[in-house]
């Protein structure tokens, strides 16, 4: 998979084009960015929290579940600690809560970064 990454004068606000889609970024404003966008690192766990609630949402829908409308995924913390909390309908039940907590926990996202991959950068000139 290739991305093309456009970075603008300021250095701060940078688009990540992936085929259609195009992803701003940008730095606080406080560390000098334009503000158009939210930081790499808030992406990151933007993508984290989107995979584990899409996951749990995954499983109750094959399981023939209540489907958790209500369902939200917060994170919180930095990077040496991330925490989830996955918030169910009153009525969701009680011998299905850990399981939606495994289902949760495999998130193609928190597997990356438990296995991390190598990481290889490369210099070239055009």
């Known amino acids: 998979m290739d991305f093309e990454v456009v970075i603008y004068d300021e250095y701060k606000h940078i688009e990540v084009e992936i085929g ?17 966008g939210p930081s790499p690192g808030k992406l990151l766990l933007a993508a984290v929290a989107s995979c584990t609630a899409s996951t749990a ?7 023939d579940l209540p489907l958790p409308t209500g369902m ?4 919180d913390g930095d990077i040496e600690k991330i925490n989830f909390k996955i918030h169910l309908p009153i ?7 850990s399981a939606i907590v ?3 926990n495999t998130c193609w996202v928190k ?7 190598l990481f290889e950068t490369k ?4």
């Open 20 to 36: 259609e889609y195009v992803i701003r970024t940008d730095q606080s404003i406080e560390k000098g960015g334009t503000g158009v």
């Open 57 to 63: 949402y995954s499983y109750c829908h094959k399981k």
């Open 72 to 75: 939200s995924v917060h994170v």
């Open 91 to 97: 009525d969701f039940p009680e011998n299905r809560i």
């Open 102 to 104: 495994r289902a949760a």
């Open 111 to 117: 597997k990356q970064w438990l296995n991390p991959p």
């Open 123 to 126: 210099v070239v000139r055009k």
